[in-house]
Nanobody, 114 residues
Framework: VQLVESGGGLVQPGGSLRLSCAAS????????MSWHRQAPGKERELVAL????????NYADSVKGRFVISRDNGKNTVYLQMSSLKPEDTAVYYC????????WGQGTQVTVSS
């Protein structure tokens, strides 16, 4: 199982970024996928989740209305479109597999700062 995140970087407050997670080594359509994040000195938190079939989504209250999770089952990729970014969104963002989060990517750094 391999999960490889990309798309992080430095962005100004109010800006946007799209994270991607390329999955391999398992049947992608069998699993829900999610994004977590960990800010310095804080615990990891679930940001968004999307089910395998039907694309039902769920979001942390802190990102509702600003972030959108989506998946392309043909490309084995899950995305996180982040808009109206705030400094408190600064964190390492991780892609995870399944409802049990049994596999994690290496993470991608997102820094929101002017």
């Amino acid at each position: 199982v391999q999960l490889v995140e990309s798309g992080g970087g430095l962005v100004q407050p109010g800006g946007s970024l799209r994270l991607s997670c390329a999955a391999s080594g398992f049947t992608f359509t069998d699993y829900a996928m999610s994004w977590h994040r960990q800010a310095p000195g804080k615990e990891r938190e679930l940001v968004a989740l999307i089910t395998s079939v039907g694309g039902v989504t769920n979001y942390a209250d802190s990102v509702k209305g600003r972030f959108v999770i989506s998946r392309d089952n043909g490309k084995n990729t899950v995305y996180l479109q982040m808009s109206s970014l705030k400094p408190e969104d600064t964190a390492v963002y991780y892609c995870t597999r399944g409802f049990g989060y049994d596999h994690w990517g290496q993470g991608t750094q997102v820094t929101v700062s002017s």
